[in-house]
């Protein structure tokens, strides 16, 4: 999921990059609420290697909408003044 996050944050496709981030957020809510168990040999080096991967694309989705995200209050401003 966080693959298809880091496509839309590229492509500047803020509605699809919106609706991922929802639905990531509601599958990661769903695996606080249980009991997981503790993983061995090649299941917990897939986990860590999938881990490692969703953290370096919350840096590229960062990276690209961070700066976008501190232009939107002038963005606005500058809307509102034009009204």
């Known amino acids: 999921m966080t693959n298809k996050m880091v496509v839309a944050a590229r492509s500047s496709d803020w509605n699809d990059l919106d609706a991922l981030e929802n639905q990531c957020a ?26 490692k991967q969703i953290l370096a694309n919350d840096r590229e989705i960062r990276a690209i909408t961070e700066p976008w995200m501190t232009q939107l209050p002038s963005a606005m401003q500058g809307a509102r003044a034009r009204m």
């Open 26 to 51: 509601s599958a990661a809510s769903a695996t606080m609420t249980g009991k997981v168990p503790a993983l061995a040999g090649a299941s917990r080096l897939r986990k860590i290697d999938l881990l």
